[in-house]
């Protein structure tokens, strides 16, 4: 694999945004071929340990724990920064503007140097447990809604919780024609079959908590006080964070949405949006899989998108992405 450091006399603007995956993206043995490789994964690995108190690359190559919310995020959000640190080694063009799906979020500010990997370890993994505590196993569900409008969604989610009493709420905006849905089981269940009749299709999406609804409110509460205590900068490359999909302008804010986020929806939709209003027309996926990759392909038009979490994608990427930015003829 090639570094690339040349330079042309007249570089192009930079067009690429760099983004980081959520939950949903984990598997057993992820990255360990880039591992075998790049030791800088394995050191990544071993810092963020020392947010946490267990080993971060034993159980992202086992497996062991990965399905427990507590132990899958941090272990994805090390994953994300090991890409992140290994794609800048290699001569990776710095992003115009980075973005998070979810627990993403927390990545993209390690990455823009808002928070330092040993305080996002630890909070995402506060995040985990305190999103697992706010809800019983089971009590709660998430369904991913597919081709019906981001309105008509909305309206069924309305129309079952003004009836039921119960909570259920547009969770995650994906994509044109892709909304995930969360909240009470029953009432989870009910939108789906009404979206069902209304000519959509409901797939259940196997989780252990209904993230990104109101449920996650007392969890938000705690982790809102923690991150009060916590040290977070403004970033140094812009980040698009998922409540308003927005770039924040102050601090203050940056923290308001990270607790805004726990019991908001996910605007995706909205931040690949944001990014195309920069003039971003690439994306490079920073995490294992390319969950995020596939989500670009089903936007209008569609978004370029490299995933990096193997050597031939990781070689792919830079160069298009070098050929792109101009730094390679």
Same mark, same amino acid.
């Given at each position: 694999?090639?570094?690339?450091?040349?330079?042309?006399?007249?570089?192009?603007?930079?067009?690429?945004?760099?983004?980081?995956?959520?939950?949903?993206?984990?598997?057993?043995?992820?990255?360990?071929?880039?591992? @075998?490789? =790049?030791?800088?994964?394995?050191?990544?690995?071993?810092?963020?340990?020392?947010?946490?108190?267990?080993?971060?690359?034993?159980?992202?190559?086992?497996?062991?724990?990965?399905? @427990?919310?507590?132990?899958?995020?941090?272990?994805? +959000?090390?994953?994300?920064?090991?890409?992140?640190?290994?794609?800048?080694?290699?001569?990776?063009?710095?992003?115009?503007?980075?973005?998070?799906?979810?627990?993403?979020? =927390?990545?993209?500010?390690?990455?823009?140097?808002?928070?330092?990997?040993?305080?996002?370890?630890?909070?995402?993994?506060?995040?985990?447990?305190?999103? @697992?505590?706010?809800?019983?196993?089971?009590?709660?569900?998430?369904?991913?809604?597919?081709?019906?409008?981001?309105?008509?969604? *909305? *309206?069924?989610?309305?129309?079952?919780?003004? *009836?039921?009493?119960?909570?259920?709420?547009?969770?995650? =905006?994906?994509?044109?024609?892709?909304?995930?849905?969360?909240?009470?089981?029953?009432?989870? #269940?009910?939108?789906?079959?009404?979206?069902?009749?209304?000519?959509?299709?409901?797939?259940? $999406?196997?989780?252990?908590?209904?993230?990104?609804?109101?449920?996650? @409110?007392?969890?938000?509460?705690?982790?809102?006080?923690? +991150?009060?205590?916590?040290? $977070?900068?403004?970033?140094?490359?812009?980040?698009? #964070?998922?409540?308003?999909?927005?770039?924040?302008? &102050?601090?203050?804010?940056?923290?308001?949405?990270?607790?805004? #986020?726990? =019991?908001?929806?996910?605007?995706?939709? #909205?931040?690949?949006?944001?990014?195309?209003?920069?003039?971003?027309?690439?994306?490079? *996926?920073?995490?294992?899989?390319?969950?995020?990759?596939?989500?670009?392909?089903?936007?209008?038009?569609?978004?370029?998108?490299?995933?990096?979490?193997?050597?031939?994608?990781?070689? &792919?990427?830079?160069?298009? $992405?070098?050929? +792109?930015?101009?730094?390679?003829?």
């Amino acid at each position: 694999m090639t570094a690339f450091n040349k330079t042309v006399a007249t570089p192009r603007p930079i067009r690429t945004a760099l983004v980081f995956p959520g939950q949903g993206s984990q598997k057993a043995g992820m990255l360990a071929e880039l591992a @075998q490789q =790049y030791p800088q994964i394995i050191q990544t690995f071993a810092e963020a340990s020392e947010g946490v108190s267990f080993d971060l690359w034993q159980i992202a190559q086992s497996g062991e724990g990965l399905d @427990q919310t507590e132990f899958t995020q941090p272990v994805l +959000l090390t994953s994300s920064i090991a890409l992140w640190r290994l794609w800048l080694d290699l001569g990776g063009v710095v992003p115009a503007a980075l973005a998070g799906h979810s627990l993403g979020e =927390y990545s993209a500010l390690v990455a823009g140097g808002a928070l330092s990997l040993i305080d996002a370890v630890h909070l995402v993994n506060l995040r985990g447990q305190l999103m @697992q505590k706010a809800v019983p196993q089971g009590a709660g569900a998430m369904v991913a809604v597919l081709g019906l409008s981001d309105e008509k969604v *909305e *309206e069924l989610c309305l129309s079952v919780s003004t *009836e039921s009493g119960d909570i259920v709420d547009p969770a995650n =905006y994906n994509a044109p024609g892709q909304v995930v849905i969360a909240g009470q089981a029953s009432a989870v #269940q009910a939108v789906a079959a009404l979206a069902k009749e209304a000519g959509g299709k409901a797939i259940s $999406i196997p989780v252990s908590v209904p993230s990104h609804c109101r449920l996650m @409110q007392p969890a938000a509460e705690i982790l809102a006080e923690v +991150l009060a205590q916590t040290t $977070i900068h403004m970033p140094t490359i812009p980040v698009v #964070q998922n409540v308003n999909a927005v770039i924040e302008a &102050d601090l203050t804010q940056v923290k308001a949405a990270l607790t805004q #986020q726990l =019991y908001s929806p996910v605007r995706w939709t #909205q931040s690949e949006q944001m990014l195309v209003s920069l003039g971003v027309s690439h994306l490079v *996926e920073c995490g294992p899989n390319n969950v995020l990759s596939n989500l670009a392909k089903r936007m209008t038009p569609p978004l370029v998108s490299y995933p990096i979490d193997t050597r031939s994608r990781l070689d &792919d990427a830079l160069t298009h $992405i070098a050929v +792109l930015e101009g730094k390679l003829a």
